[in-house]
């Protein structure tokens, strides 16, 4: 069932407490008593369409979903991806690295075994880091472009020669699959590190690591399923006006 407009917020959050950052990024905080979704977006001047069909891509994952993200702005959404990266840079990955570093204060592990969780997690941040870096420094501002060029359906000479060299597409091909290091992260704390006394303290990483990958997936298909191809067609009508 689809989330509306006429439901609490607060039954939003009952339903899937993994919203609760999503609401957040779209500009809605807690304490929302019994207002419904409409009034505290009106409240709180956020466009209210565009808010159900990010929380609806989130809970349901089909094509429908993407589909309807499709129809909004390509800045709007560009703008939605932006906090996430803040919200994985700024929020998510310090408190990892904060849970991770209790491991060898807590003498849960010796320095060898902590050292290879540190590394490897060391590892993923830099590639993480890496990825946002090429998205918020050429990929995001190149789909603006084309977006304001399909607009004004202008092209210059300068982005026809963008598109033919760099089609979006090619940033498909290299979108790194940045979930396969957080796999590999939680199985060596799951199934390799030697057993503690109390798992209490790696069992919370792993809840963040298993929630970070989960918003990450939704991340990456607003990515790949709405913004990819709505910019391809936008590159293909962009150059059909050269002919
Ligand atoms: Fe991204
Ligand atoms: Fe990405």
Redesign the pocket.
Known sequence: MQIKKEMKMADAIHRNYLLLPVINRLGIQLGFQDKTIEKVCLKQNVDVEFFLTILNAYLDTNDKSSKQLQAHSVKDVVSYLLKTHSYYLERIIPEIENRINLLIQHSQLNKNEFLLVKNFFEEYKKELYG??SL?ENFVYPYMIEIADAYHSKSLSKTLEDKINSYPITSYEKE?SD?EAKLFDLKNILIKYLPTPNDSYIRNRILMELFTLEQDLND??RI?NRVLIPKITQMETALIALKK
């Open positions: 990825h946002i998205e979108h940045i991340h990456s990515e």
